[in-house]
Protein backbone atom coordinates (compact mmCIF):
# COMPACT_ATOMS: atom_id res chain seq x y z
CA UNK A 1 0.00 0.00 0.00
CA UNK A 2 1.00 3.14 -0.70
CA UNK A 3 1.80 5.55 1.95
CA UNK A 4 0.04 8.41 1.05
CA UNK A 5 -3.28 6.33 1.04
CA UNK A 6 -2.76 5.74 4.78
CA UNK A 7 -2.92 9.19 5.06
CA UNK A 8 -5.74 9.52 2.67
CA UNK A 9 -7.56 6.87 5.00
CA UNK A 10 -6.93 9.94 8.13
CA UNK A 11 -8.60 12.10 6.22
CA UNK A 12 -11.66 10.30 5.55
CA UNK A 13 -11.82 8.87 9.45
CA UNK A 14 -11.34 12.21 10.77
CA UNK A 15 -14.00 14.08 8.44
CA UNK A 16 -10.95 16.28 7.09
CA UNK A 17 -11.48 18.01 3.72
CA UNK A 18 -7.64 18.95 2.84
CA UNK A 19 -4.06 16.49 3.83
CA UNK A 20 -1.04 18.91 3.44
CA UNK A 21 2.23 17.63 3.53
CA UNK A 22 5.32 19.88 3.11
CA UNK A 23 9.20 18.86 3.82
CA UNK A 24 10.29 19.48 6.98
CA UNK A 25 6.93 19.02 8.32
CA UNK A 26 5.11 17.10 9.89
CA UNK A 27 1.13 15.89 7.92
CA UNK A 28 -1.38 18.42 8.58
CA UNK A 29 -5.46 17.88 7.63
CA UNK A 30 -7.71 20.40 7.79
CA UNK A 31 -10.98 19.77 10.06
CA UNK A 32 -13.55 22.15 10.37
CA UNK A 33 -11.31 24.90 8.66
CA UNK A 34 -8.69 24.22 11.22
CA UNK A 35 -4.95 22.72 10.59
CA UNK A 36 -3.68 20.08 13.22
CA UNK A 37 -0.83 17.53 13.11
CA UNK A 38 -2.22 14.10 12.08
CA UNK A 39 -1.05 11.66 15.19
CA UNK A 40 1.61 9.18 14.62
CA UNK A 41 3.45 10.95 11.43
CA UNK A 42 6.81 12.44 11.86
CA UNK A 43 8.45 15.19 10.11
CA UNK A 44 9.82 14.30 6.59
CA UNK A 45 12.71 15.41 4.71
CA UNK A 46 12.61 16.62 1.41
CA UNK A 47 14.13 13.15 -0.02
CA UNK A 48 11.36 11.09 1.84
CA UNK A 49 8.90 13.41 0.76
CA UNK A 50 9.20 13.27 -3.24
CA UNK A 51 9.45 9.16 -2.60
CA UNK A 52 6.07 9.25 -1.07
CA UNK A 53 4.71 11.84 -3.79
CA UNK A 54 6.55 9.89 -6.42
CA UNK A 55 4.47 6.40 -5.49
CA UNK A 56 0.81 7.52 -6.51
CA UNK A 57 1.79 9.74 -10.26
CA UNK A 58 2.84 8.03 -13.55
CA UNK A 59 6.07 9.04 -14.76
CA UNK A 60 4.82 11.42 -17.37
CA UNK A 61 3.24 13.29 -14.44
CA UNK A 62 6.19 13.33 -12.35
CA UNK A 63 8.28 14.44 -15.42
CA UNK A 64 5.92 17.13 -15.66
CA UNK A 65 6.52 18.46 -11.66
CA UNK A 66 10.47 17.97 -12.04
CA UNK A 67 10.41 20.35 -15.11
CA UNK A 68 7.91 22.81 -13.82
CA UNK A 69 7.94 22.37 -10.26
CA UNK A 70 3.94 22.32 -10.14
CA UNK A 71 1.42 19.47 -10.96
CA UNK A 72 -2.69 19.23 -10.70
CA UNK A 73 -4.54 16.15 -10.63
CA UNK A 74 -7.42 14.03 -9.42
CA UNK A 75 -6.41 11.08 -7.90
CA UNK A 76 -9.11 8.08 -7.25
CA UNK A 77 -9.07 5.51 -4.70
CA UNK A 78 -11.55 2.76 -4.72
CA UNK A 79 -12.49 2.30 -1.19
CA UNK A 80 -12.58 5.81 0.00
CA UNK A 81 -13.13 8.58 -2.93
CA UNK A 82 -11.11 10.97 -5.18
CA UNK A 83 -9.06 13.84 -4.16
CA UNK A 84 -7.62 16.86 -6.41
CA UNK A 85 -3.97 17.10 -5.84
CA UNK A 86 -1.43 19.66 -6.45
CA UNK A 87 2.68 19.05 -6.36
CA UNK A 88 4.60 22.16 -5.75
CA UNK A 89 8.05 22.92 -4.82
CA UNK A 90 8.91 25.34 -1.97
CA UNK A 91 11.35 26.64 0.18
CA UNK A 92 12.59 23.30 1.98
CA UNK A 93 11.64 20.89 -1.16
CA UNK A 94 8.50 19.30 -1.94
CA UNK A 95 5.17 20.07 -1.04
CA UNK A 96 1.28 18.75 -1.84
CA UNK A 97 -2.01 19.30 -0.90
CA UNK A 98 -4.73 17.38 -1.11
CA UNK A 99 -8.81 18.35 -1.17
CA UNK A 100 -11.01 15.93 -0.66
CA UNK A 101 -14.09 15.60 -3.49
CA UNK A 102 -16.76 13.81 -1.68
CA UNK A 103 -18.31 10.58 -3.56
CA UNK A 104 -22.07 11.88 -3.17
CA UNK A 105 -22.90 15.35 -4.48
CA UNK A 106 -25.12 17.45 -1.81
CA UNK A 107 -28.05 18.64 -2.75
CA UNK A 108 -28.07 22.63 -2.94
CA UNK A 109 -30.75 22.14 0.25
CA UNK A 110 -27.91 19.61 1.97
CA UNK A 111 -25.49 22.93 1.39
CA UNK A 112 -27.94 25.00 3.30
CA UNK A 113 -27.55 27.87 0.32
CA UNK A 114 -30.62 29.79 -0.27
CA UNK A 115 -33.43 28.79 -2.53
CA UNK A 116 -32.87 31.82 -5.42
CA UNK A 117 -29.45 29.95 -5.75
CA UNK A 118 -31.20 26.58 -7.23
CA UNK A 119 -33.33 28.70 -8.84
CA UNK A 120 -30.35 29.30 -11.00
CA UNK A 121 -30.30 26.17 -12.47
CA UNK A 122 -33.75 26.90 -14.26
CA UNK A 123 -31.87 29.78 -16.46
CA UNK A 124 -31.42 29.22 -20.48
CA UNK A 125 -28.76 31.67 -20.97
CA UNK A 126 -26.33 33.99 -19.27
CA UNK A 127 -23.14 33.83 -17.40
CA UNK A 128 -23.58 32.48 -13.85
CA UNK A 129 -20.35 33.07 -11.77
CA UNK A 130 -19.86 31.86 -7.90
CA UNK A 131 -16.78 33.07 -6.51
CA UNK A 132 -14.68 33.18 -3.29
CA UNK A 133 -11.25 32.66 -1.72
CA UNK A 134 -10.09 29.05 -2.08
CA UNK A 135 -11.56 26.14 0.01
CA UNK A 136 -14.66 28.21 0.13
CA UNK A 137 -17.26 25.59 -1.41
CA UNK A 138 -17.38 27.12 -5.08
CA UNK A 139 -16.79 23.79 -6.74
CA UNK A 140 -19.49 21.75 -4.50
CA UNK A 141 -22.09 24.29 -5.35
CA UNK A 142 -21.61 24.75 -8.93
CA UNK A 143 -21.94 20.48 -8.37
CA UNK A 144 -25.40 20.98 -6.69
CA UNK A 145 -26.08 22.97 -9.60
CA UNK A 146 -25.06 20.68 -12.03
CA UNK A 147 -26.77 18.12 -10.23
CA UNK A 148 -30.07 19.98 -9.83
CA UNK A 149 -30.17 20.53 -13.68
CA UNK A 150 -29.28 16.88 -14.47
CA UNK A 151 -32.13 15.55 -12.15
CA UNK A 152 -34.90 18.42 -13.58
CA UNK A 153 -33.90 18.72 -16.61
CA UNK A 154 -32.79 17.49 -20.26
CA UNK A 155 -29.74 19.40 -21.80
CA UNK A 156 -26.51 18.96 -22.81
CA UNK A 157 -24.21 19.85 -20.11
CA UNK A 158 -20.49 20.29 -21.00
CA UNK A 159 -17.87 20.53 -17.48
CA UNK A 160 -14.13 21.99 -18.81
CA UNK A 161 -12.16 21.33 -15.57
CA UNK A 162 -8.32 21.16 -14.25
CA UNK A 163 -8.50 18.81 -13.19
CA UNK A 164 -12.37 16.94 -13.33
CA UNK A 165 -13.33 16.89 -9.95
CA UNK A 166 -16.96 16.07 -9.00
CA UNK A 167 -18.33 12.66 -11.09
CA UNK A 168 -21.88 13.16 -12.79
CA UNK A 169 -23.78 9.90 -13.71
CA UNK A 170 -26.09 10.68 -16.43
CA UNK A 171 -29.56 11.10 -15.24
CA UNK A 172 -31.94 13.19 -17.83
CA UNK A 173 -28.81 15.21 -19.30
CA UNK A 174 -25.88 14.29 -21.51
CA UNK A 175 -22.96 15.22 -19.65
CA UNK A 176 -19.51 15.67 -21.41
CA UNK A 177 -16.79 16.36 -18.61
CA UNK A 178 -13.27 17.48 -19.58
CA UNK A 179 -10.12 17.70 -18.33
CA UNK A 180 -8.08 20.32 -19.50
CA UNK A 181 -4.25 18.75 -20.28
CA UNK A 182 -5.65 15.44 -20.81
CA UNK A 183 -8.96 15.62 -22.83
CA UNK A 184 -8.57 19.32 -24.32
CA UNK A 185 -5.07 21.57 -24.72
CA UNK A 186 -6.75 24.67 -22.66
CA UNK A 187 -9.61 25.97 -21.36
CA UNK A 188 -9.82 28.37 -24.58
CA UNK A 189 -9.36 25.57 -26.75
CA UNK A 190 -12.35 23.49 -25.18
CA UNK A 191 -14.54 26.38 -24.87
CA UNK A 192 -14.39 27.74 -28.62
CA UNK A 193 -14.65 23.83 -29.56
CA UNK A 194 -17.69 23.80 -26.38
CA UNK A 195 -19.84 26.66 -28.82
CA UNK A 196 -19.35 23.92 -31.99
CA UNK A 197 -20.65 20.89 -29.85
CA UNK A 198 -24.42 21.85 -29.52
CA UNK A 199 -23.84 22.99 -25.29
CA UNK A 200 -26.70 24.16 -23.55
CA UNK A 201 -24.82 24.71 -20.38
CA UNK A 202 -20.85 24.92 -20.03
CA UNK A 203 -18.83 25.37 -16.80
CA UNK A 204 -15.52 26.01 -16.79
CA UNK A 205 -13.44 25.29 -13.89
CA UNK A 206 -11.54 28.73 -13.34
CA UNK A 207 -12.29 31.65 -15.12
CA UNK A 208 -8.47 32.58 -14.94
CA UNK A 209 -7.13 34.66 -18.19
CA UNK A 210 -8.35 37.12 -20.81
CA UNK A 211 -8.61 34.28 -23.40
CA UNK A 212 -11.04 32.37 -20.76
CA UNK A 213 -12.89 35.18 -19.92
CA UNK A 214 -13.37 36.60 -23.15
CA UNK A 215 -14.56 33.35 -24.83
CA UNK A 216 -17.24 32.87 -21.54
CA UNK A 217 -18.84 36.07 -22.12
CA UNK A 218 -19.61 35.40 -25.60
CA UNK A 219 -20.65 32.25 -25.45
CA UNK A 220 -23.35 33.39 -22.98
CA UNK A 221 -24.19 36.52 -25.59
CA UNK A 222 -24.66 33.83 -27.95
CA UNK A 223 -27.63 31.93 -25.80
CA UNK A 224 -25.55 29.63 -23.81
CA UNK A 225 -25.79 28.84 -19.97
CA UNK A 226 -22.18 29.52 -18.64
CA UNK A 227 -21.42 28.56 -15.25
CA UNK A 228 -17.62 29.68 -13.78
CA UNK A 229 -15.67 30.71 -10.67
CA UNK A 230 -13.12 33.67 -10.10
CA UNK A 231 -11.18 34.20 -6.61
CA UNK A 232 -13.40 37.50 -5.68
CA UNK A 233 -15.20 38.16 -2.15
CA UNK A 234 -18.09 39.93 -3.62
CA UNK A 235 -20.46 40.57 -6.83
CA UNK A 236 -18.95 44.84 -7.15
CA UNK A 237 -15.14 43.54 -7.19
CA UNK A 238 -16.13 40.31 -9.42
CA UNK A 239 -17.28 42.74 -12.14
CA UNK A 240 -14.24 45.26 -11.85
CA UNK A 241 -11.80 41.67 -12.25
CA UNK A 242 -13.79 40.96 -15.28
CA UNK A 243 -13.34 44.06 -16.71
CA UNK A 244 -9.57 44.47 -15.28
CA UNK A 245 -8.21 41.55 -17.30
CA UNK A 246 -8.66 42.93 -20.73
CA UNK A 247 -6.43 45.90 -22.06
CA UNK A 248 -8.09 49.93 -21.55
CA UNK A 249 -8.99 50.12 -25.65
CA UNK A 250 -11.00 46.88 -25.07
CA UNK A 251 -12.83 47.24 -21.35
CA UNK A 252 -15.57 49.57 -23.54
CA UNK A 253 -16.40 46.28 -25.56
CA UNK A 254 -16.71 43.82 -22.58
CA UNK A 255 -18.43 45.89 -20.29
CA UNK A 256 -20.92 46.27 -23.36
CA UNK A 257 -20.64 41.95 -23.55
CA UNK A 258 -21.06 42.04 -19.67
CA UNK A 259 -24.15 44.04 -19.07
CA UNK A 260 -26.20 41.94 -21.21
CA UNK A 261 -24.80 38.53 -20.66
CA UNK A 262 -24.26 38.73 -16.68
CA UNK A 263 -27.26 36.80 -14.99
CA UNK A 264 -25.67 36.14 -11.25
CA UNK A 265 -22.92 36.25 -9.18
CA UNK A 266 -22.80 34.29 -5.67
CA UNK A 267 -19.55 35.49 -3.51
CA UNK A 268 -19.36 32.62 -1.12
CA UNK A 269 -17.44 32.40 2.20
CA UNK A 270 -17.11 28.84 4.74
CA UNK A 271 -17.60 29.96 8.13
CA UNK A 272 -17.45 28.13 11.60
CA UNK A 273 -20.22 26.46 13.37
CA UNK A 274 -20.35 27.96 17.34
CA UNK A 275 -19.31 24.25 17.97
CA UNK A 276 -15.85 24.10 15.60
CA UNK A 277 -17.33 20.87 13.96
CA UNK A 278 -18.38 22.39 10.84
CA UNK A 279 -19.33 25.15 8.56
CA UNK A 280 -21.95 27.31 7.02
CA UNK A 281 -22.02 28.79 3.55
CA UNK A 282 -22.87 32.73 3.84
CA UNK A 283 -23.61 33.96 0.16
CA UNK A 284 -23.81 37.44 -1.26
CA UNK A 285 -26.38 37.44 -4.44
CA UNK A 286 -26.63 40.00 -7.10
CA UNK A 287 -29.19 38.76 -9.73
CA UNK A 288 -29.85 40.20 -13.36
CA UNK A 289 -31.79 43.71 -13.34
CA UNK A 290 -32.65 46.29 -16.02
CA UNK A 291 -30.14 48.69 -13.59
CA UNK A 292 -27.80 46.14 -13.46
CA UNK A 293 -26.81 46.43 -17.35
CA UNK A 294 -26.37 50.32 -16.61
CA UNK A 295 -24.15 50.19 -13.82
CA UNK A 296 -21.87 47.83 -15.52
CA UNK A 297 -22.03 50.08 -18.97
CA UNK A 298 -20.99 52.84 -17.00
CA UNK A 299 -17.98 51.55 -14.87
CA UNK A 300 -19.90 52.45 -11.59
CA UNK A 301 -19.73 49.30 -9.75
CA UNK A 302 -20.22 51.31 -6.00
CA UNK A 303 -23.85 51.24 -7.18
CA UNK A 304 -23.92 47.39 -6.83
CA UNK A 305 -24.73 47.72 -3.25
CA UNK A 306 -28.05 49.84 -3.67
CA UNK A 307 -29.26 47.10 -6.14
CA UNK A 308 -28.57 44.36 -4.41
CA UNK A 309 -30.50 46.18 -1.51
CA UNK A 310 -33.19 46.97 -3.82
CA UNK A 311 -33.43 43.58 -4.87
CA UNK A 312 -33.85 41.89 -1.38
CA UNK A 313 -37.57 40.50 -2.58
CA UNK A 314 -36.38 38.82 -5.13
CA UNK A 315 -33.74 37.21 -2.77
CA UNK A 316 -30.56 39.09 -3.27
CA UNK A 317 -28.21 39.94 -0.10
CA UNK A 318 -25.46 41.84 0.55
CA UNK A 319 -22.51 39.87 2.29
CA UNK A 320 -23.62 42.00 5.78
CA UNK A 321 -27.49 40.65 5.17
CA UNK A 322 -26.56 37.14 4.73
CA UNK A 323 -24.00 37.06 8.10
CA UNK A 324 -26.52 38.67 10.12
CA UNK A 325 -29.13 36.11 9.03
CA UNK A 326 -26.69 33.49 10.47
CA UNK A 327 -25.52 35.15 13.70
CA UNK A 328 -29.82 36.00 14.55
CA UNK A 329 -30.28 31.99 13.89
CA UNK A 330 -27.45 31.25 15.88
CA UNK A 331 -25.87 29.29 12.91
CA UNK A 332 -22.35 31.68 13.26
CA UNK A 333 -20.91 33.54 16.29
CA UNK A 334 -21.19 37.25 16.56
CA UNK A 335 -17.49 37.78 16.90
CA UNK A 336 -17.05 35.34 13.65
CA UNK A 337 -19.66 37.64 11.72
CA UNK A 338 -17.68 40.84 12.62
CA UNK A 339 -14.28 39.74 11.53
CA UNK A 340 -15.46 38.77 7.85
CA UNK A 341 -18.07 41.71 7.67
CA UNK A 342 -17.51 45.14 5.06
CA UNK A 343 -19.40 46.95 7.42
CA UNK A 344 -18.19 46.34 10.96
CA UNK A 345 -20.69 48.76 13.04
CA UNK A 346 -23.39 46.42 11.92
CA UNK A 347 -22.04 44.01 14.39
CA UNK A 348 -20.71 45.63 17.20
CA UNK A 349 -24.03 45.51 19.52
CA UNK A 350 -24.13 41.96 18.89
CA UNK A 351 -20.90 41.03 19.66
CA UNK A 352 -20.65 43.16 22.80
CA UNK A 353 -23.82 41.42 23.99
CA UNK A 354 -22.04 38.35 22.89
CA UNK A 355 -19.12 39.00 24.83
CA UNK A 356 -21.54 39.95 27.70
CA UNK A 357 -23.14 36.65 27.90
CA UNK A 358 -20.01 34.69 27.71
CA UNK A 359 -18.57 36.71 30.70
CA UNK A 360 -21.80 36.11 32.45
CA UNK A 361 -21.36 32.30 31.05
CA UNK A 362 -17.84 32.18 32.92
CA UNK A 363 -18.52 33.62 36.20
CA UNK A 364 -21.72 31.64 36.59
Known amino acids: MARLHQLFRSVFELGASDLHLASGLEPRIRIAGLLQPVEGWATMASGEMRAILREIVSAEQWRRFEETGDLDFAYSLETLGRFRANYFEQENGAAAVFRRIPE ?14 GDLADLESGLVLVTGPTGSGKSTTLAALVDRMNTESARHILTIEDPVEFIHREKRCAISQREVGIDTESFGAALKAGMRQDADVILVGEMRDLETIG ?36 QSAIRSSLSSSLAAVV ?55 ALLELVRAGTITARVAHRRAFEKKLFEDLLRRESG ?8
Do not use: W, Y
Not at 104 to 117: H, Q, T
Not at 236 to 242: F, G
Not at 357 to 364: D, G, L, P, S, V
Open 104 to 117: EILSLEELGLPKVV
Open 215 to 250: LAVRAAEMGVLVLGTLHTNSAAKTIDRLIDVFPADE
Open 267 to 321: AQILLPTPDGKSRVAACEILLRTRGLGNVIREANTPMIRSIIQAGRARGMRSMDD
Open 357 to 364: QNEAAEIR
